[in-house]
């Protein structure tokens, strides 16, 4: 079984909302500035997000998204459902037609180990896992080189 990458840039984006959402809205170009996502890309995953009740927009100045939800009541399962990803490990996608239209002998194996894997994901929310110590080193990190990008103005010296 393998995550898409809808679903990986799906969760980092409402990781990226999660971890500003003090800050106010934040734009689709922030977003994929910061997390090398493409904008067009992350169009498509927002329209599903929003539709899903997990976004909201906001416009006008200072406009962009936010979560529509407070963070310990989004799960990053939630946020893989919503984009139309498949936690499935079966070869058939749960339709039991594995081995020439019949049920393979494996095939409860693989459909257990997606229930366990749909259950860890349901049980981690944002909230949790924005407080882990490992994603706010990331998050102090990517502040420090943004701040290493932006060069102060010099002005010359007034004699």
Not at 122 to 131: C, H, P, R, S
Request: with cysteine; proline share 4%.
């Amino acid at each position: 079984m393998k995550l898409s990458t809808k679903g990986r840039y799906a969760v980092t984006a409402m990781m990226h909302l999660a971890i500003h959402d003090r800050h106010g809205p934040v734009t689709l170009a922030e977003i994929s500035q910061c997390q090398g996502i493409s904008l067009s890309y992350l169009e498509q995953l927002f329209a599903k997000l929003r539709k899903h009740g997990l976004v909201e927009g906001v416009r006008g100045p200072g406009g962009g998204y936010r979560l529509a939800r407070m963070p310990d009541q989004v799960t990053v399962a939630n946020i893989i459902t919503a984009v139309d990803e498949r936690l499935d490990a079966t070869r058939c996608c749960g339709d039991e037609n594995c081995q020439g239209g019949r049920r393979c002998l494996t095939h409860q194996l693989w459909t257990d180990l997606s229930r366990q894997i749909f259950t860890f994901l349901e049980g981690i929310t944002l909230a949790q896992f924005v407080e882990r110590p490992a994603i706010g080193d990331t998050v102090h990190r990517h502040h420090t080189r943004r701040r290493d990008r932006i060069q102060p103005i010099q002005f010359p010296a007034m004699v």
